[in-house]
């Protein structure tokens, strides 16, 4: 059963453990896709919180764990990943990055053609698709609510460089056959995206069946309800697999230089040819960069974009890279204080 879910290693694991992958994730329970079935499994807090470089599954992860009859198994190591999709913890004092889903193939971008349409979104989620390792897909979501949605695709098109865009409906079922060709047995999609965009819909529609409830979206503002709670896989019909995830308000960025580099590979090109090794493309002289916004070659919103997402990802990195520091130190305080106290409190 396992190999159906794209587990390839040749070799069992050692001293009794079992391999399995996640296909559901319940804040601190998850389940699992193991060789004889689905099961449920915990997180052994000794490895996940004692160590500092565990790394916390998430949907799509293969995991190694321990039975334990009668209740939840013991997860007690994450896989190495081929791939995985991440984003800066929402939490203002998170400090790190969060991963939302791992071991995939393709990731669906999913946005609708309604008046929550974005550009700029779409950028911002092509960066991190490619960062993860990837391939991204433009999927324009709820192509029957609208007459003619050709300049909502030439502008996706005309920043999603050699991904495909994609206009479908659920509803009636356009473009469905394309997305099938990324829908191939033992294969992995991952669906992206805010909520109200249609990825319950959409899944319901490449699945055959209802697996997902579906929410209706706010007439005011054309945003939705989260219909998807946690992130999930599923398999379908045909054996490829769908890691479904809940709507995101907020994707911070990660350190991203990689994503960045091949979404903006039309700017980031051109700061060889600017006449200084430093130019900050601001108002130095023989600023390629600069020259390049003034013949149309590049707009100045994609290059205000790729600023403002640099910007983002670096402060992430610094960010994660204080708070860090800060953690060891309050931990390290932490310690001499028990020990001054086993000791019988400080002498002087």
Not at 67 to 91: H, K, W
Not at 220 to 229: A, Y
Not at 237 to 245: E, K, L, S, Y
Request: with cysteine; charged share 25%.
């Amino acid at each position: 059963m396992l190999k159906q879910y794209g587990y390839t290693e040749d070799t069992k694991p050692e001293n009794g453990l079992l391999p399995a992958r996640v296909t559901a994730v319940h804040r601190e329970r998850y389940e699992l896709a193991g060789e004889d079935g689905s099961l449920f499994g915990k997180l052994k807090t000794s490895v996940y919180h004692g160590a500092e470089d565990e790394i916390f599954p998430t949907a799509g992860d293969f995991v190694l764990f321990t039975p334990v009859e009668g209740g939840d198994c013991q997860i007690v190591e994450t896989l190495p990943r081929r791939s995985y999709f991440a984003r800066s913890d929402p939490d203002p004092n998170g400090g790190r990055q969060q991963a939302v889903a791992a071991n995939f193939d393709t990731v669906f971008i999913m946005t609708s053609l309604n008046r929550d349409f974005s550009v700029n979104r779409v950028q911002r989620y092509l960066v991190l698709a490619r960062q993860s390792g990837a391939m991204p897909v433009v999927v324009l979501t709820k192509a029957d609510l609208t007459e003619d949605f050709t300049e909502q695709a030439a502008a996706a098109r005309a920043i999603a460089g050699d991904a495909e865009v994609i206009p479908v409906s659920a509803l009636s079922g356009m473009g469905l056959d394309r997305l099938g060709t990324y829908l191939a047995p033992g294969r992995t999609v991952v669906f992206l995206g805010m909520s109200g965009v249609g990825k319950s819909s959409l899944l319901n529609a490449v699945t055959g069946r209802d697996v997902m409830a579906v929410n209706a979206i706010r007439e005011d503002d054309s945003r939705g309800r989260h219909t998807t709670t946690h992130r999930q896989l599923v398999m379908l019909p045909n054996g490829a697999m769908v890691i479904d995830t809940p709507g995101m308000r907020t994707l911070g960025m990660w350190n991203a230089d990689e994503g960045l580099s091949e979404t903006f590979a039309d700017v980031e090109e051109l700061f060889g040819s600017c006449r200084f090794s430093d130019c900050r493309h601001e108002n130095e002289p023989g600023c390629a960069v600069k020259e390049a916004v003034r013949q149309g070659m590049i707009t100045a919103e994609r290059l205000d974009n790729y600023d403002k997402l640099r910007r983002e990802s670096a402060y992430a990195e610094k960010k994660a890279y204080y708070l860090q520091i800060k953690r060891e130190r309050d931990k390290n305080i932490a310690l001499f204080g028990k020990r001054q106290k086993k000791n019988g409190g400080i002498r002087f």
